[in-house]
């Protein structure tokens, strides 16, 4: 199990502990958008796809997974919301995942390039609180984003660069991986890069988090 600390001073006075169920360095960026205290925590799961199971399926499953995986750890007694997020990319029907090394991120640029691949982010907040009135709030966030045709040498040598490797989709629109992206649609821009922090900043709303006292 690892732990990381956010360095954000708090802004708030009674707001529950917030755990981030993630040790990617891209969702602790992010989540320290939102300028609230939190510690992140690995969940340690099995990330494997069900047979017969959607890719939305997948990605919800996974997120709440994450998230309860968490809250088996906690003191019970303590207040905390719990953050899991998962993503999955879709080619038509085919579900594509993180490619793990260079042949097979080669292998999905080559099948993406100039065509739409949606993206789904799937966002979870656990309320681990006895008295919370929404203990488990849950969404699919789709993110559609269309690949530049590029030939074989220059998406080889984006590889070699980037080594996006981690990356569901092989590709980090964050960093160089914007460059083989031709257009990106979404109602919650930072959903691509596997936190939305527009639905999950409705849903620490919703669970009684103040972001400005």
């Known amino acids: 199990m690892t732990t990381h600390l956010s360095t954000q001073q708090a802004n708030i006075n009674s707001n529950p502990s917030l755990i981030l169920a993630s040790s990617s360095a891209y969702r602790r960026e992010l989540l320290s958008r939102l300028q609230l205290p939190f510690a992140s925590m690995s969940p340690g799961i099995d990330e494997t796809p069900l047979a017969a199971e959607t890719p939305p399926a997948t990605a919800l499953r996974l997120a709440r997974q994450k998230a309860e995986a968490i809250a088996t750890q906690l003191n019970q007694h303590e207040p905390t919301l719990i953050i899991g997020s998962d993503q999955v990319a879709t080619l ?7 490619p793990g090394n260079h042949d097979n991120a080669l292998k999905q640029l080559q099948l ?14 656990l309320d681990t609180r006895t008295n919370a009135t929404n203990p488990l709030q849950i969404r699919d966030i789709e993110t ?13 040598a984006y590889l070699r660069i980037e080594q996006p490797y981690d990356c569901a989709g092989s590709a980090k629109n964050e960093a160089l991986g914007i460059t083989i992206l031709s257009s990106i649609k979404s109602d919650d821009p930072s959903a691509l890069t596997g936190l939305p922090l527009i639905a999950l900043t409705d849903m620490l709303r919703n669970a009684g988090v103040s972001f400005y006292k």
Request: net charge negative; aromatic share 6%.
């Open 112 to 125: 993406m390039r100039g065509r739409e691949v949606v993206f789904h982010t799937a966002l979870c907040l």
């Open 144 to 156: 559609v984003v269309r690949f530049r045709d590029l030939s074989d040498a220059e998406l080889d």
């Open 92 to 98: 038509d029907d085919l579900q594509i995942g993180k």
